[in-house]
């Protein structure tokens, strides 16, 4: 099941994507709608799940976190054991921030932060590469992102 | 601008929960509300704290196929980067793209409705992309884990 939208809806999730801290007020005078009218509206986005949090961006770099690496990840032995086993160990190494279970060429995607190079490779080496069941690992080192506001 | 342990403290709790109020904030990082929203205010001037997003959830919205494409491009031309990228953001379907120094040069994060409107955005939008050498889906099964959150 999916909710209906209309403009000012798509309008709204598309400034919100760009400023969660938007008020209803500020909504509403950017829309040409009235706070309560905007209130309502941000109350249903919310109750229905579609609103679902804010997150907070950060300069990665600024904060002493200067490489970001997507890894794929194919794991050697398969089952239902080894599934649970690798995304049991994977999920608490605090560096990594997107644990994906794929189909294709790899099995799992991985976003992970490290400070340089340097540590990267040890993070590599001595935390992934010792990952229950781990096989075949490409890492690709990220040089630009954009987020795009999606099909609004 | 440096940053200091009271600093990484109020980033590290409100990173984990960016909806807190100011005042919950400054108890659970342990400083004043002054304090607090002065370090805020600081870093936010320093461009370290560079806002805050809405997160929308698509399969609310009925988008339930996830795919992320991993693209080799042709870079025997100068202009390969610069307009795949600039044709990949008229796709509205794409989320997300990056760029990487690795085996595969950029990546399409793709919402679909289901298999068959996939099927026609991979066709109709992203085989006609420019300077597309290759192109690798990996289907995404599972979030098994996501934490924007740096591990301060």
Not at chain 1, 70 to 89: N, P, Q, Y
Not at chain 2, 17 to 41: K, M, N, Q
Request: glycine share 8%.
């Amino acid at each position: 099941m999916s909710a209906r939208l209309d403009d000012t809806d798509r309008a709204f999730l598309r400034a919100l994507g760009e400023d969660a801290t938007l008020s209803a007020g500020a909504l509403g005078r950017q829309f040409g709608l009235s706070q309560p009218a905007a209130w309502r509206r941000l109350k249903r986005l919310r109750d229905e799940g579609i609103l679902a949090g804010r997150r907070l961006e950060l300069d990665r770099e600024a904060l002493g976190f200067g490489v970001t690496v997507f890894l794929g990840v194919k794991l050697a032995t398969k089952g239902r054991v080894s599934l649970e086993d690798f995304e049991r160990a994977v999920t608490a190494i605090p560096e990594v921030q997107v644990v994906q279970h794929v189909l294709g060429l790899y099995d799992y995607r991985l976003r992970i932060v490290a400070r340089d190079l340097a540590d990267f490779e040890r993070l590599l080496r001595r935390r992934i590469m010792t990952l229950p069941g781990v096989g075949d690992i490409e890492a690709n080192v990220l040089l630009s992102e954009e987020r795009r506001p999606g099909p609004l | 601008m440096q940053i200091d342990d009271t600093d990484r403290r109020i980033l590290r709790r409100f990173q984990a929960d960016p909806d807190l109020s100011a005042g919950d904030l400054a108890e659970l990082a342990g400083v004043t509300p002054a304090t607090c929203s002065r370090r805020i205010e600081r870093m936010t001037r320093a461009g370290i704290i560079k806002g805050s997003r809405a997160v929308i959830d698509w399969g609310k919205l009925g988008y339930n196929v996830e795919v992320s494409l991993r693209i080799t491009l042709d870079k025997t031309d100068p202009r390969a980067f610069d307009e795949f990228l600039a044709a990949a953001r008229e796709v509205p379907e794409v989320t997300e793209i990056q760029t990487f120094l690795g085996r595969v040069d950029a990546r399409l994060h793709i919402i679909a409705r289901d298999m068959g409107h996939y099927q026609h955005i991979y066709r109709a939008r992203i085989l006609t992309l420019p300077h597309i050498a290759d192109i690798e889906p990996l289907m995404q099964v599972a979030t098994i884990y996501r934490n924007w959150a740096l591990p301060l």
